[in-house]
């Protein structure tokens, strides 16, 4: 079991930054492949980014590639997304969240645990 907590959302306007943290506990950390995934209101869950385990790959959703970053320290068990020139499209709940598939996933039904979430609120 990996428990997994979220920080860093915040309301920001058009074009600002935001940093998301996740940190993780439990199992090793370095086993886990890892994704941010996202929910907007009254829409389903989407993939956002996902990192192999070692950091070495990542994959991003069209949407958010060149704008987002994914990234992790596997010494310090955490998992960090930098957001930059956001829109209020991205305005969401992200969730960090670990797999067992290798070497990564772009499915959010691949992700076996997740965090609480943190609010994302881009205004125009």
């Known amino acids: 079991q990996v428990q997994l907590v979220e920080s860093g959302g915040g309301l920001v306007q058009a074009g600002g930054s935001l940093r998301l943290s996740c940190a993780a506990s439990g199992r090793t950390f370095s086993n886990y492949p890892m994704g941010w995934l996202r929910q907007a209101p009254g829409k389903e869950r989407e993939f956002v980014a996902a990192?192999?385990?070692?950091?070495?790959?990542?994959h991003y959703i069209d949407s958010v590639k060149g704008r987002f970053t994914i990234s992790r320290d596997n010494a310090k068990n955490a998992v960090y997304l930098q957001m930059n020139s956001l829109k209020p499209e991205d305005t969401a709940v992200y969730y960090c969240?670990?797999?067992?598939?290798?070497?990564?996933?772009?499915?959010?039904?691949?992700?076996?645990?997740w965090g609480q979430g943190t609010q994302v609120t881009v205004s125009s």
């Open positions: 990192i192999t385990r070692s950091g070495t790959n990542t």
């Open positions: 969240a670990a797999t067992t598939k290798f070497p990564s996933s772009v499915y959010a039904g691949d992700y076996n645990y």
